[in-house]
């Protein structure tokens, strides 16, 4: 009787002491404590009844407590894991982003290249530059037609608005492929392109007198190794013809007006890059054909490719429908490659295709430079670049 009445006080402390939350061991089974008088024993249960407390007043909501805040520091490295993952994603596409652009940029000067090579062989043997720059639109608007229809390209969705904003650009477009094609069929492919290489000093004079536009300091300065470099190149050309050189010049006024009104007139337009040289194509053809048969006209096209079957033989086809079909590729991914990168970007990398260009039609065609002209050149493009770096 004594030993129950000193237990009973343990087992309630016990009890008491579970319910007021103490913290315990989750694999603790609580029974009563042994007396003081008599020693514990593990083997000794007959004396002693075993006091179980139910898991409810075992302390378990504070069990719970712990085990969802383990919960929420497990979801707190699960956020930043995603964390990770997604800056991964990210810097994988930026990654991916830059690969693109340097396959746009390796494709846009490997097909300049090749459209040069074939158009002055062209020209070379069939000279008639007005005709040649009619194939070379004529091709490219059919090849989109086919794209469309097909639907290997999406259709753009026009308007009259869109094409009355396009018809000045149009008219620039035209008039700088032609004048460069003239240019081309009268000198070497590499003088012409060094005259063009000044475009930007054009861009700035034009911009300045008749928009009213201001420039840096540096940007005027930027366009003396620009002018310097192409008149000591035009000066020293060993095979210079005036009609050549003007060619190349009114190529460079006609396309800064093509840029300006491209920049005027196609604000909020939501045409692609792609399909918006397409329908460009498709006007300037429009344009340049009634031109081209007065200038030149079938007669003059029919002896002219007598000739030319004749001494170069049916491989005059192939070399007409590659410049078209190139003229018309280079021209594309140039454009798609604008709604990927930045003015400057794209500025500077026109600088590279022009010296790619040079130097390739310089080996191919044997032509001949002088030391001096060669100089005038590297100063003209490097006035180019100077001018990319300054415009920014």
């Given at each position: 009787?004594?030993?129950?009445?000193?237990?009973?006080?343990?087992?309630?402390?016990?009890?008491?002491?579970?319910?007021?939350?103490?913290?315990?061991?989750?694999?603790?089974?609580?029974?009563?404590?042994?007396?003081?008088?008599?020693?514990?024993?593990?083997?000794?249960?007959?004396?002693?009844?075993?006091?179980?407390?139910?898991?409810?007043?075992?302390?378990?909501?504070?069990?719970?407590?712990?085990?969802?805040?383990?919960?929420?520091?497990?979801?707190?490295?699960?956020?930043?894991?995603?964390s990770f993952a997604i800056d991964d994603a990210e810097a994988r596409s930026a990654a991916a982003q830059k690969a693109k652009i340097g396959v746009y940029f390796a494709t846009w000067w490997a097909l300049n290249v090749v459209f040069n090579i074939y158009n002055k062989k062209v020209l070379n043997a069939f000279p008639y530059p007005w005709l040649t720059s009619t194939l070379s639109l004529?091709?490219?608007?059919?090849?989109?037609?086919?794209?469309?229809?097909?639907?290997?390209?999406?259709?753009?969705?026009?308007?009259?608005?869109?094409?009355?904003?396009?018809?000045?650009?149009?008219?620039?477009?035209?008039?700088?492929?032609?004048?460069?094609?003239?240019?081309?069929?009268?000198?070497?492919?590499?003088?012409?392109?060094?005259?063009?290489?000044?475009?930007?000093?054009?861009?700035?004079?034009?911009?300045?007198?008749?928009?009213?536009?201001?420039?840096?300091?540096?940007?005027?300065?930027?366009?003396?190794?620009?002018?310097?470099?192409?008149?000591?190149?035009?000066?020293?050309?060993?095979?210079?013809?005036?009609?050549?050189?003007?060619?190349?010049?009114?190529?460079?006024?006609?396309?800064?007006?093509?840029?300006?009104?491209?920049?005027?007139?196609?604000?909020?337009?939501?045409?692609?890059?792609?399909?918006?040289?397409?329908?460009?194509?498709?006007?300037?053809?429009?344009?340049?054909?009634?031109?081209?048969?007065?200038?030149?006209?079938?007669?003059?096209?029919?002896?002219?490719?007598?000739?030319?079957?004749?001494?170069?033989?049916?491989?005059?086809?192939?070399?007409?429908?590659?410049?078209?079909?190139?003229?018309?590729?280079?021209?594309?991914?140039?454009?798609?490659?604008?709604?990927?990168?930045?003015?400057?970007?794209?500025?500077?990398?026109?600088?590279?295709?022009?010296?790619?260009?040079?130097?390739?039609?310089?080996?191919?065609?044997?032509?001949?430079?002088?030391?001096?002209?060669?100089?005038?050149?590297?100063?003209?493009?490097?006035?180019?670049?100077?001018?990319?770096?300054?415009?920014?």
């Amino acid at each position: 009787m004594i030993s129950s009445i000193k237990q009973s006080p343990a087992s309630v402390a016990v009890s008491d002491l579970v319910r007021s939350n103490a913290i315990v061991s989750r694999s603790t089974r609580f029974c009563a404590l042994p007396s003081k008088t008599q020693p514990f024993s593990l083997l000794s249960s007959s004396s002693r009844p075993l006091y179980l407390t139910p898991l409810n007043q075992l302390g378990f909501r504070s069990l719970k407590k712990r085990e969802d805040d383990s919960f929420k520091a497990e979801a707190y490295e699960a956020d930043r894991s995603e964390s990770f993952a997604i800056d991964d994603a990210e810097a994988r596409s930026a990654a991916a982003q830059k690969a693109k652009i340097g396959v746009y940029f390796a494709t846009w000067w490997a097909l300049n290249v090749v459209f040069n090579i074939y158009n002055k062989k062209v020209l070379n043997a069939f000279p008639y530059p007005w005709l040649t720059s009619t194939l070379s639109l004529a091709c490219g608007s059919l090849m989109m037609l086919i794209s469309w229809a097909l639907r290997i390209a999406e259709t753009p969705k026009t308007d009259f608005d869109f094409w009355k904003a396009l018809a000045p650009v149009a008219v620039a477009h035209t008039i700088g492929h032609v004048a460069a094609t003239v240019s081309m069929s009268k000198v070497a492919v590499s003088f012409t392109h060094i005259i063009k290489s000044g475009e930007p000093a054009f861009s700035v004079l034009v911009s300045r007198f008749l928009l009213g536009e201001t420039f840096p300091v540096q940007v005027y300065l930027s366009l003396l190794p620009i002018i310097g470099g192409c008149a000591l190149a035009a000066v020293t050309e060993l095979n210079f013809n005036m009609i050549g050189f003007m060619g190349a010049m009114i190529s460079n006024i006609a396309f800064v007006f093509r840029n300006i009104f491209s920049k005027k007139g196609m604000k909020g337009k939501s045409v692609s890059g792609m399909n918006y040289y397409a329908c460009l194509s498709m006007l300037s053809l429009v344009i340049l054909t009634p031109f081209a048969i007065a200038v030149e006209g079938p007669k003059m096209w029919a002896a002219g490719w007598d000739n030319a079957l004749s001494q170069i033989g049916p491989q005059i086809i192939w070399w007409v429908a590659a410049q078209s079909i190139f003229y018309h590729l280079y021209n594309q991914v140039s454009y798609m490659s604008l709604d990927e990168i930045s003015p400057l970007t794209f500025s500077i990398g026109n600088t590279m295709k022009r010296i790619s260009v040079i130097v390739s039609s310089i080996i191919i065609f044997h032509t001949p430079v002088q030391p001096v002209n060669a100089l005038g050149a590297a100063i003209a493009i490097l006035g180019t670049f100077l001018y990319s770096q300054a415009k920014q």
